[in-house]
């Protein structure tokens, strides 16, 4: 018995391949279109946390560690002998004297403010040890990696954000200036918003912030100067506490475009402690409005305890500053191609969040003692 005759193979001809290249066309078309639309949306694909993320940074298993914080202070206050106040009342004397010199050098024309507004003899003569007594003893804030961050020239560092009032941008510049072989100060820019408040626009230029703009960032890395940023910008503040420590869209790619063409390395930042500052519970719009934030949340603290629900939580903080990304061998020219740009900004996102995750487990507890 014959096999029957298995039909004959169509051999490929030139329309199948044009119809190939089409549809792989349009599969790209696609895709572009998809992202696209995730960008405007601003949607974020979120995977699986890498650790168990209520575990470590919840605040109820946290009150024991609290309680035993509390504990170790009044022990702290009660060790405190007579040389220690002796010490304390010289060291208030010498910071009056040293902004009443200030100020007669002011009135005499010798101020040394910078074209941005920055008076580093005033930041770091008044604020520099008040920022330094929170950062050692209310946060405990332990720095990793601080010799990633170059000993002079530009770079652009790049930071996780949580919370209304940029504790978090003080902190790491408290860190370079007193972690750091060669102390530094970082330049922040601070959300647009924040300027519209008198005081606030006042203080934030005197300590040497500006606002997040273009022309700021690049004049400030052009004189090789450290400029910090927080690409998720507002929608990182004011994330809900449950969705604590997943990072948001880091925009557009404004900071990727501004390191190529400049030619500053990029240092990525993990920040763990920020997100229970002021867990954010719930937002009123209406007083957000009417204080000109972007944000007004309610807190486990505000606004039941009135104005101490204000003071942020002790909570333990630990900073990570990673290796720098060296975004030289690009080019200059690279900041108007869209693929390298979102290919390095998610790159750097990446980095930061796995920081963040290992930095919880490092942790352990909100309120660690150390």
Do not use: C
């Not at 979120?46 to 168990?52: K, L, Q, S």
């Not at 990525?268 to 997100?275: A, F, L, Q, R």
């Amino acid at each position: 018995m014959s096999r029957a005759a298995s039909p004959p193979r169509r051999r490929a001809t030139a329309d199948d391949a044009t119809l190939r290249i089409a549809l792989h066309r349009l599969l790209d078309a696609v895709d572009r279109e998809l992202e696209a639309r995730r960008v405007e949306a601003d949607l974020e694909p979120v995977p699986a946390a890498g650790v168990d993320i209520n575990r470590l940074s919840s605040l109820r298993r946290g009150l024991p560690g609290l309680a035993m914080l509390g504990a170790s202070a009044l022990r702290r206050l009660a060790a405190v002998d007579g040389g220690d106040v002796a010490g304390a009342v010289r060291g208030v004397s010498d910071l009056f004297s040293r902004q009443a010199e200030l100020a007669e050098r002011r009135r005499h024309g010798e101020s040394s403010v910078d074209e941005f507004g920055f008076d580093q003899e005033w930041t770091e003569s008044l604020l520099l040890p008040l920022s330094a007594w929170v950062y050692r003893n209310w946060w405990r804030v332990r720095a990793v990696g601080v010799e990633n961050v170059p000993s002079s020239g530009r770079g652009l560092l790049v930071a996780n954000h949580a919370g209304i009032v940029p504790y978090d941008g003080a902190m790491v510049r408290t860190a370079l200036l007193l972690e750091h072989p060669q102390p530094r100060h970082a330049r922040a820019l601070v959300l647009n918003g924040l300027f519209s408040m008198p005081a606030a626009s006042w203080l934030i230029r005197r300590t040497g912030n500006t606002m997040a703009h273009n022309d700021d960032a690049r004049r400030l890395l052009e004189r090789d100067e450290l400029v910090l940023v927080f690409p998720e910008g507002a929608k990182g503040a004011g994330k809900p506490y449950s969705q604590r420590y997943r990072l948001r869209r880091f925009g557009r790619g404004g900071f990727v475009e501004m390191a190529l063409r400049t030619g500053s390395p990029i240092i990525p930042i993990s920040i763990v402690g920020s997100e229970e500052l002021h867990p954010n519970l719930a937002e009123v719009p209406a007083v957000a409005r009417l204080l000109g934030l972007p944000y007004a949340p309610i807190t486990p603290t505000f606004p039941w305890l009135g104005p101490a629900g204000l003071i942020p939580l002790p909570s333990s903080w630990i900073i990570e500053f990673h290796e720098p990304v060296d975004v030289s061998n690009h080019g200059p020219d690279a900041a108007g191609d869209p693929s390298t740009v979102l290919a390095i900004s998610d790159q750097v996102r990446d980095v930061i969040q796995a920081g963040v995750y290992a930095n919880l487990q490092r942790r352990q507890s909100v309120f660690a003692l150390s």
